[in-house]
């Protein structure tokens, strides 16, 4: 079965240091890889896409199928980035079942 | 455009009772998906309607069950609650389904058995 791993349960960064969150997974197909956040009061929302290799809020995510890794990076992080991320695998033809990591809770420090 | 709604926001049930959660999705969404979020078991992945059909279905007892009706609204419900059943219910919908489909969470409602 697919597992999504997110070993970081909390991740303390100062402002203007770069962050990288770290996400593994196991799957021996071709997945679809996602990254969710969810600030503080607010509902959880898609970040990125890997089929979209797009930056979103400065934010960067690559998939390493060598390494099962899809990690989000941001070279410098801002205090409003504090929030909780979510890391999600979805199968080839698997509609709408994500299976998502633990999460890791990100508080960037002044 | 609105976004998903869920009601009601919060459920206080005893053990035994049965529940019905309201979603209600993104005008024009066909996927609707329903997640448990627990604190010890993070996001799990409950089951997915499109077009009144449910079209997958997570490692869960048949005490959950749910529908989706033809303006695309679903419910869930439990029936015979358990303590373990106290969670946030999140419901997503999305267009498709597809790869260029993103799912839209609304904000939960927030289930305590006791």
């Known amino acids: 079965a697919q597992r999504v791993t997110q070993p970081e349960k909390l991740l303390s960064v100062f402002k203007g240091a770069p962050v990288e969150l770290k996400c593994n997974y196991s799957?021996?197909?071709?997945?679809?890889l996602f990254w969710y956040v969810q600030y503080s009061r607010q509902r959880l929302q898609l970040l990125l896409r890997?089929?979209s290799r797009e930056s979103i809020k400065g934010f960067t995510a690559d998939l390493n199928k060598g390494e099962t890794s899809f990690h989000l990076k941001k070279p410098f992080a801002q205090e409003e980035d504090s929030a909780m991320y979510y890391c999600?695998?979805?199968?080839?033809?698997?509609?709408?079942?994500?299976?998502f990591g633990t999460g890791t809770q990100l508080k960037v420090e002044l | 455009k609105a976004g998903v709604t869920q009601t009601p926001r919060y459920l206080i049930k005893t053990r035994g009772q049965q529940v019905t959660l309201s979603c209600s999705p993104i005008?024009?969404?066909?996927?609707v998906s329903w997640y448990q979020q627990t604190p010890g078991q993070g996001l799990q992945f409950l089951f997915e309607?499109?077009?009144?059909?449910?079209?997958n279905k997570g490692n869960f007892p048949g005490r959950f069950s749910g529908r989706q009706f033809s303006n695309s609204r679903s419910e869930m419900n439990v029936s015979t609650l358990e303590l373990g059943d106290s969670a946030l219910y999140l419901c997503a919908s999305s267009l498709e389904g597809g790869r260029d489909s993103p799912l839209h969470f609304g904000n939960g409602t927030r289930l305590t058995v006791t």
């Open positions: 890997h089929i």
């Open positions: 309607y499109f077009s009144e059909t449910q079209r």
């Open positions: 005008s024009g969404h066909r996927s």
């Open positions: 999600a695998l979805r199968l080839t033809g698997g509609g709408n079942k994500l299976t």
């Open positions: 799957y021996s197909g071709s997945p679809e």
